[in-house]
């Protein structure tokens, strides 16, 4: 059996679905105002929204790969969810048969905060507006009457392999990166900031908290706020400020012999119940604690007394809220434990969206790589609300929204006045395709 393999006029039929909700949320609209265009308008064929969609919809698709730009700046499906009236590129002056742009174009968008002084660098990001506008955006999905709203700082590790300006070794990651600082609500990437490796995990959180609770503030006012983080976010300067702001916290203490004496006599009681009934045994405690000169006064820390085998584990975390209301057990397993979403989150953004593919020289260009991940994993993150809920995939990782709904081939067909597009019958997911079209145009027409 021979076969003949050809190429015709096809895409991916998920970009529609995030052309829609591109559309009812404004997103790169909003986007499109972050960056200072210079270029001359008598020869500027592509718009800032119609790049920063392009460069948007590529990621959550999977094309974390500027290179890929030269064969997709071809897609039709891809260009309608930019926003491109002629999709087929038949009316372009420079560059007909290609709607979308080049990567090189791209790229000097990307990069051009690097270059101020080059005549060829005339659309520039401005980082500092775009963390402004990605705090703007996260906070608008919050529920103004919530009650409870809990902040989540991170740091991660975006290895480098090659020498990007502000390259370090990290000791601990053992390896030349980067230090991002990436705070969640939830799933909601709220902020995203570049750091070097050189300086604490803490580096510069207090000023980010500051900004994110400032807008929490303003959008619930309400509600109770609460900061959660490991152990490397356990600094006085992080939780003195909270505590003057009326802020809570919850954060990871690592473990030393005086933590480790108060803990040893529920530590013996755990091993006398793991003894007795076998299996994993934890008991919680709760006491007063002051380092000898980091803290500025003592705070309530509950310790876990945990037996795993023949080891034990103990851990402890710090805390601002008062044991009345929350207990032990309460502050450890529910509220500290829940950081395992966040981290979840966290490995999105950065693997599934590219957000650790820091390629550029430049740092700035690649603070501006960061930032466009955070923006996508906001797009899906308002494609589950919206468009997946009560489906299959309201909780998928985007990499599984990816693979199972976004990425279904698509026939296009061009005509004078339409594109028609056609999707494949035996699709395995397109009822919750259409479910997720119907309720995207619904809440366009509504929200």
Same mark, same amino acid.
Request: aromatic share 4%.
């Given at each position: 059996m021979?076969?003949?393999?050809?190429?015709?006029?096809?895409?991916d039929g998920g970009e529609l679905l995030l052309r829609q909700l591109d559309q009812s949320i404004g997103l790169s609209r909003r986007l499109a105002g972050c960056f200072r265009d210079e270029r001359d308008a008598r020869?500027?064929?592509?718009?800032?929204?119609?790049?920063?969609?392009?460069?948007?919809? %590529?990621?959550?698709?999977g094309y974390g790969d500027l290179n890929d730009h030269a064969d997709l700046r071809r897609d039709p499906?891809?260009?309608? %969810?930019?926003?491109?009236? =002629?999709?087929?590129?038949?009316?372009?002056?420079? =560059?007909?048969?290609?709607?979308?742009?080049?990567?090189?174009?791209?790229?000097?968008?990307?990069?051009?905060?690097?270059?101020?002084?080059?005549?060829?660098?005339?659309?520039?990001?401005?980082?500092a507006l775009l963390r402004v506008q990605l705090l703007r955006e996260a906070?608008?999905?919050? =529920?103004?009457?919530?009650?409870?709203?809990?902040?989540?700082?991170?740091a991660t590790d975006a290895r480098l392999h090659g020498q990007q300006q502000g390259r370090f070794f990290h000791g601990y990651y053992g390896d030349y990166c980067y230090l991002p600082l990436l705070i969640y609500i939830g799933d909601v990437p709220v902020w995203a900031e570049l750091r070097t490796a050189d300086g604490d995990a803490a580096r510069g959180v207090v000023p980010a908290v500051e900004a994110v609770v400032a807008a929490v503030r303003q959008r619930c006012p309400h509600a109770q706020i609460i900061v959660r983080g490991d152990s490397g976010f356990c600094r006085e300067e992080l939780m003195a400020w909270c505590e003057q702001h009326d802020v809570d916290f919850v954060l990871g203490l690592a473990r030393n012999a005086r933590l480790l004496e108060a803990l040893a006599p529920t530590l013996a009681v755990a091993r006398?119940?793991?003894?007795?009934?076998?299996?994993?045994?934890?008991e919680f405690t709760q006491f007063d604690y002051r380092t000898l000169d980091s803290w500025s006064r003592a705070r309530?820390?509950?310790? +876990?007394?945990?037996?795993?085998?023949? +080891?034990?584990?103990?851990?402890?975390?710090?805390?601002?809220?008062?044991?009345?209301?929350?207990p032990a057990d309460v502050v450890y397993e529910q509220l500290y434990c829940g950081r395992g979403d966040m981290e979840n989150a966290v490995k999105e953004h950065q693997l599934d969206l590219f957000g650790e593919r820091l390629s550029c020289a430049g740092f700035a260009s690649n603070e501006v790589r960061l930032l466009l991940a955070s923006f996508t994993q906001l797009l899906l993150e308002r494609l589950r609300v919206i468009g997946l809920r009560g489906t299959a995939l309201a909780q998928a990782t985007a990499g599984t929204i990816r693979v199972q709904l976004l990425k279904i081939a698509a026939h296009v067909t061009v005509s004078v006045r339409r594109v028609h597009v056609r999707l494949a019958t035996s699709f395995a997911r397109q009822n919750i395709f259409a479910q997720a079209h119907a309720q995207l145009l619904g809440w366009a027409e509504t929200g």
């Open positions: 021979s076969w003949a393999v050809r190429f015709s006029r096809r895409g020869f500027v064929e592509h718009s800032v929204e119609e790049l920063v969609a392009q460069r948007l919809v %590529a990621l959550a698709l499906v891809l260009a309608v %969810a930019a926003g491109k009236i =002629d999709p087929l590129g038949a009316q372009r002056v420079s =560059d007909p048969g290609r709607a979308l742009a080049a990567p090189a174009t791209l790229q000097r968008m990307e990069t051009a905060i690097d270059h101020p002084a080059s005549r060829y660098h005339r659309l520039s990001a401005q980082p906070v608008r999905t919050l =529920d103004p009457k919530a009650r409870r709203v809990i902040i989540d700082p991170d006398e119940r793991a003894a007795l009934c076998g299996g994993r045994t934890r309530r820390v509950v310790g +876990k007394a945990e037996i795993l085998g023949d +080891k034990d584990n103990p851990r402890f975390v710090v805390t601002s809220l008062a044991a009345a209301v929350e």
